[in-house]
T-cell receptor, first 120, second 113 residues
């Protein structure tokens, strides 16, 4: 397996432009996560999908951010319009969530290489 | 708010020495995980320890979990220059019907050859 695939690896855009980040999770995994990492705020969970359904999107900063998972093998994170403060490394990760008493438990996550976004 | 917090923020040691990093958390968890991140790369999973386990080993790594103190430690024995990286703990945070993994700010480890 090629692991989690993200594209593009680097994106430089101007303020106000739309940015779309893409992720292909590992085949057979049922959970997908989008994270943002900055020096100031560390690693932040933006949204978590399970079986293609958004489970927790409380980390999505504002309405400018949206994420979709139309099928088990593809997800997008869109920022529209982008702002300089969105500059960060965005990671996608996938895992096989475990059913435990009380719900779904997190399990080993496999991270993609990340997309380094720079908004000028 | 952060669920897990690593301590120390930075650690600098000589090759061959042991490195110990700690993680404290606030609420009850289902499991706790440790990850490593090399500069400019994605995180790599190291160990998962469940709430009913107290210690786990993987090669030169040893993880302990004390649920009464809400803390975990990661010990790297006989460190190597290649162990230079940031190390993160991730704890489950209950959110609705799921446990959401939340990461701390990490410990930056430098191993001098």
């Amino acid at each position: 397996d090629a692991g989690v695939i993200q594209s593009p690896r680097h994106e430089v855009t101007e303020m106000g432009q739309e940015v779309t980040l893409r992720c292909k999770p590992i085949s057979g995994h049922n959970s997908l996560f989008w994270y943002r990492q900055t020096m100031m705020r560390g690693l932040e969970l933006l949204i978590y999908f399970n079986n293609n359904v958004p489970i927790d999107d409380s980390g999505m900063p504002e309405d400018r951010f949206s994420a979709k998972m139309p099928n088990a093998s593809f997800s997008t994170l869109k920022i529209q319009p982008s702002e300089p403060r969105d500059s960060a490394v965005y990671f996608c990760a996938s895992s096989l969530a475990l059913s435990v008493a009380g719900g779904l438990s997190s399990n080993e996550q496999f991270f993609g290489p990340g997309t380094r976004l720079t908004v000028l | 708010s952060q669920q897990g917090e690593e301590d120390p923020q930075a650690l600098s040691i000589q090759e061959g020495e042991n490195a110990t990093m700690n993680c404290s958390y606030k609420t009850s968890i289902n499991n706790l995980q440790w990850y490593r991140q090399n500069s400019g790369r994605g995180l790599v999973h190291l160990i998962l320890i469940r709430s009913n386990e107290r210690e786990k080993h993987s090669g030169r790594l040893r993880v302990t979990l004390d649920t009464s103190k809400k803390s975990s430690s990661l010990l790297i024995t006989a460190s190597r220059a290649a162990d230079t990286a940031s190390y993160f703990c991730a704890t489950d945070l209950r959110s609705g019907g799921s446990y959401i993994p939340t990461f701390g700010r990490g410990t930056s480890l430098i191993v001098h050859p």
